[in-house]
């Protein structure tokens, strides 16, 4: 039987993340490498640096000054940021090609994106807190979803029918279909490829935040944001009422439930500008 980790290790071949990123990777890991070093890694690949110059110019960013080159671009954001924007298109661009008969990968992404742009924007709102993880956090949430499709698409199928059957989250419902869930697998990709420990707390716990001990702050804003994306991409009236947020989230936070219409209005006005920037590949039919 399987568990989220050895589903993860049959499919991390078809899911390596590409050498640009790999030495992006090693580059802002050494202590000795400049900001030229890192801006002479992403400028050998024209796509990425074309969709990240276009991303950073645009009004989601808001910079006051056009940014043309890689190496502004790094000097404005930090390395971090630039890391995370990165990983963000190459994490896109690796899942690009992958559909079958039940699952749209367009539609897959948009939920991603939805869910960046409104973790962004509640970082925002409790201030004094890096605006740019959470976005990337938001964009991965659900990445679990991509290999549990890819390698048991008729489970899958299962858990989403029990989930809606029963009325409950997609996440028990996979439990009791595999045995484990898309949260997890999530999780289990991202210590596969490397990421940083922070992101794959986040991708685990933010289906049970009351279950996490490290990142909390985070993985309360994901939760939320993914509570806003669910109902705003189901056109469910996203309300104090309709919400379904663990308690816990709003006193970690400091928001406020009554507060999220307006977080919801935002995101519609920046999510699509951000799906055309990061998605390159046309709708689906």
Excluded at 139 to 161: F, R, W, Y
Excluded at 183 to 210: C, D
Aim: proline fraction near 4%; hydrophobic fraction near 45%; glycine fraction near 4%.
């Amino acid at each position: 039987m399987h568990t989220a980790q050895s589903l993860v290790k049959e499919s991390i071949e078809l899911i390596s993340l590409p050498d640009v990123y790999i030495r992006l990777r090693n580059v802002i890991s050494d202590p000795n490498a400049s900001m030229s070093d890192v801006a002479q890694i992403i400028i050998h690949d024209p796509a990425i640096t074309a969709r990240l110059l276009k991303l950073v110019n645009s009004p989601f960013f808001g910079l006051a000054s056009k940014v043309d080159t890689m190496t502004h671009a790094i000097n404005l954001l930090g390395t971090q940021q630039v890391h995370d924007l990165v990983l963000a298109t190459v994490v896109v661009d690796s899942f690009s090609g992958f559909t079958n008969d039940t699952f749209n990968i367009y539609d897959f992404w948009f939920n991603g994106v939805y869910c960046a742009v409104t973790a962004r924007l509640l970082a925002y709102h409790c201030n004094n807190i890096d605006t740019e993880r959470p976005f990337i956090a938001g964009l991965l949430h659900n990445i679990g979803h991509l290999v549990t499709q890819q390698k048991m698409p008729d489970e899958s199928q299962l858990a989403l029918k029990i989930a809606n059957q029963r009325n409950v989250d997609l996440y028990i419902a996979e439990r009791e279909v595999f045995g484990f869930d898309y949260a997890q697998v999530g999780s289990a990709l991202m210590a596969e490829w490397h990421l940083p420990k922070s992101l794959q707390n986040i991708t685990e716990f933010h289906v049970e935040p009351i279950r996490a001990t490290d990142f909390r702050l985070e993985t309360a804003l994901i939760h939320i944001a993914s509570a806003i994306t669910h109902d705003a991409i189901s056109e469910t009236p996203v309300t104090a009422e309709t919400l379904s947020v663990h308690p816990v989230c709003w006193q970690i936070t400091g928001l406020l439930a009554e507060d999220m219409p307006a977080i919801k209005t935002e995101v519609d006005a920046q999510a699509s500008m951000v799906m055309n920037l990061l998605f390159t590949h046309k709708k689906s039919a």
